[in-house]
């Protein structure tokens, strides 16, 4: 299991899954707001949030053809993507699932709202083992520092085996990496053109990026033309 967005971290993960370890993925695209309390894309007004759900989708559906294209033999390994646009009560917790998450203490207080409420939760409710393809967690932030601590290495991911934790059901198998260093395993296995499909932008114009986001700061690759 995977969260999948079409970006070039969870892509790279999705490649590394597919080609280089076998296994047969199940892609999970989050199409929620996760950034702050808005009910939807459309209506809300707040300036920080992810306006790229369809570059996002186009990416996908690209990255989808190149790798059956490129790798067939791993085709039939990709299942279709679940694709999450309801949210997940507390009350099927039988607890207050939010305030145990924050409780934790481990997500800047700046931000009202963090995603990781959402995709802890989702893999809690479902009990799954859910890998994030993520990367640039600060080296000093909380999150970082518990990860040094509680993560444990496997053969080819790190994950949490503390118990009763909201990130016991999310995998972290990037954690240490650089995208320099995921784009180098790429070349070297053959996927690094499925990379360059991927999107990364959260405020594009037009489809087209816009070159001032954080997003579009830490691309090592140009975006696809779209």
């Known amino acids: 299991y995977l969260y999948w967005t079409g970006g070039f971290d969870s892509t790279c993960r999705l490649c590394e899954m597919l080609v280089d370890e076998g296994k047969r993925v199940q892609p999970i695209y989050i199409a929620l707001v996760l950034d702050n309390d808005c009910q939807t894309e459309e209506s809300c007004t707040k300036l920080w949030?992810?306006?790229?759900?369809?570059e996002e989708n186009k990416a996908m559906d690209n990255i989808i053809n190149k790798i059956k294209t490129d790798f067939p033999e791993v085709a039939?390994?990709?299942l279709p993507t679940i694709v999450v646009d309801e949210p997940i009560k507390d009350d099927v917790f039988n607890f207050n699932y939010e305030r145990l998450f924050y409780n934790q203490?481990?997500?800047p207080k700046k931000r009202k709202k963090h995603q990781y409420l959402f995709l802890t939760k989702y893999a809690t409710y479902h009990k799954k083992k859910i890998d994030i393809g993520v990367l640039g967690i600060h080296e000093k932030s909380t999150l970082a520092k518990f990860l040094k601590k509680y993560l444990v290495k496997t053969e080819n991911n790190f994950i949490i085996e503390k118990q009763y934790h909201p990130l016991s059901y999310v995998n972290f198998p990037l954690f240490g990496r650089t995208k320099e260093d995921l784009l180098e395993k790429a070349g070297l296995n053959g996927?690094?053109?499925?990379?360059?499909?991927?999107?990364s932008c959260w405020f594009p114009k037009e489809g087209k990026p816009c070159h001032k986001c954080p997003m579009c700061k830490e691309r090592i690759v140009a975006h696809p033309d779209n």
């Open 105 to 107: 203490n481990l997500w």
């Open 191 to 199: 996927y690094n053109d499925i990379l360059t499909l991927t999107w």
């Open 76 to 78: 039939n390994n990709i």
């Open 49 to 54: 949030l992810r306006r790229n759900r369809k």
